[in-house]
């Protein structure tokens, strides 16, 4: 017998995307202490929630835990130490919270795609999505990659880092491949985007 999943709930037209994020006390900038560094496994199920808070308001692809552990060496997360975080139980608790992921998915010989990168509402504006997309640039280049590409809806944001705008029908066909299992296939409004390293 085959098992098919309810569609899922229509979502409510009050619902605002920061409320699919966890809440946290915001502290001074000059107490943040933000750490960058490669994830691991542990850290998937916080990469879900900040990526798919977005996918949520359909900003981004939505990801499940099947492609955050395989694609884990992808990824680059932004951790803000003891952060302060009231739990559910509204006790004060001091946690290790990601407040930003970034991924490069290597595509082909000279084609990198940047992929997930998010932050925080309550993080953005502090230089954190640059940072990280320096990151995964100086990956690549390591990896001996010289263009890297990605779609996205934030083309401002991609343009402060110097990626320029590029014409569907020039980016590289392996660029395609996730399109087919985007929610968005019929209806994408996500622009192409291409830097030379
Ligand atoms: C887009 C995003 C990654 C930017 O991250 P960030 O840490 O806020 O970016 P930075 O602080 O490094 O921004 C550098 C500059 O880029 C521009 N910029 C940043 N976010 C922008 C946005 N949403 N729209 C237009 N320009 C933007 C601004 O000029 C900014 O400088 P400023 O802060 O002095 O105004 C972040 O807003 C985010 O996670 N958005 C939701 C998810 C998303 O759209 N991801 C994009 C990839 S699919």
Known sequence: MEYVEPPPAPKSEEEKPEEKFRKVLIKPDEDRQIAIQKAQVRDVQEILDLVNGYAAADVMLPRGPQYLYENIRDFVIASDRNVPVYSMMETREELHLIVACG???VLWDDIAEIRALAIHPDYQHLGLGSKLAEYLMEEAK????????????????????????????????????????????????????????
């Open 142 to 197: 390591q990896l001996g990659i010289r263009r890297v590409y990605t779609f996205t809806l934030t083309e401002e944001f991609f343009r402060t880092i110097g990626f320029k705008r590029q014409k569907r029908e020039e980016l590289p066909p392996k660029m395609w491949g996730e399109c087919s299992r985007c929610p968005k296939y019929f209806k994408c409004d996500e622009v192409g985007m291409v830097k030379v390293l």
């Open 103 to 105: 991924s490069l998915h």
